[in-house]
């Protein structure tokens, strides 16, 4: 009998488990250093005070802004794009280029300031990732992007601000 329960109580766990995971909203992680961040707890109204209308739109309702609309998809300068609600650096210039679908787009991010999370907002699954200091959302990431990564980080402009070096 307890080998029963133990096989149930496990079941019931895993099950918890991939729920939790499939859930979508990004969650803090034991090991997230930004669990205790006080960009986590600023009220909507605070979010509102701070940001832009397109800024609050993209980054606090994960908004898409309209493609060719950033300026930031034409910057050519060497710098850094740093996180429009907190600051935090997202991607360096080197790893930026042309994807020519209107959006800023990089190949690489810095590590440690991304999470993921699956969305079905279009009906089916893409991965959105969100600055992890504020979880301010940035854009979604594809698998058809340059080398090294292969990978596209096609960012809202409205979401970045750009620090030139």
């Given at each position: 009998?307890?080998?029963?329960?133990?096989?149930?109580?496990?079941?019931?766990?895993?099950?918890?488990?991939?729920?939790?995971?499939?859930?979508?909203?990004?969650?803090?992680?034991?090991?997230?250093?930004?669990?205790?961040?006080?960009?986590?707890?600023?009220?909507?109204?605070?979010?509102?005070?701070?940001?832009?209308?397109?800024?609050?739109?993209?980054?606090?309702?994960?908004?898409?802004e309209?493609?060719?609309?950033?300026?930031?998809?034409k910057?050519?300068?060497?710098?850094?794009?740093?996180c429009a609600?907190?600051?935090?650096?997202?991607?360096?210039?080197?790893?930026?280029?042309?994807?020519?679908?209107?959006?800023?787009?990089?190949?690489r991010?810095i590590?440690?300031?991304?999470?993921?999370?699956?969305?079905?907002?279009?009906?089916?699954?893409?991965?959105?990732?969100?600055?992890?200091?504020?979880?301010?959302?940035?854009?979604?990431?594809?698998?058809?992007?340059?080398?090294?990564?292969?990978?596209?980080?096609?960012?809202?402009?409205?979401?970045?601000?750009?620090i030139?070096?």
């Amino acid at each position: 009998m307890n080998l029963l329960n133990a096989i149930h109580r496990r079941a019931l766990l895993l099950g918890a488990t991939a729920l939790a995971a499939c859930s979508g909203a990004p969650q803090a992680r034991p090991q997230d250093p930004y669990a205790e961040s006080p960009w986590r707890r600023l009220t909507d109204a605070q979010w509102k005070a701070r940001l832009s209308p397109a800024a609050y739109q993209v980054l606090r309702k994960e908004g898409t802004e309209r493609p060719w609309s950033s300026p930031l998809d034409k910057e050519t300068r060497r710098g850094t794009y740093v996180c429009a609600g907190c600051d935090l650096p997202l991607f360096r210039s080197d790893w930026k280029y042309d994807s020519r679908t209107g959006w800023p787009s990089f190949y690489r991010p810095i590590e440690g300031a991304l999470g993921e999370k699956i969305d079905f907002k279009i009906g089916f699954p893409r991965t959105e990732y969100h600055c992890l200091r504020c979880l301010g959302h940035q854009g979604h990431v594809f698998k058809d992007g340059p080398r090294p990564t292969g990978l596209r980080y096609c960012n809202n402009g409205v979401a970045l601000k750009f620090i030139p070096a």
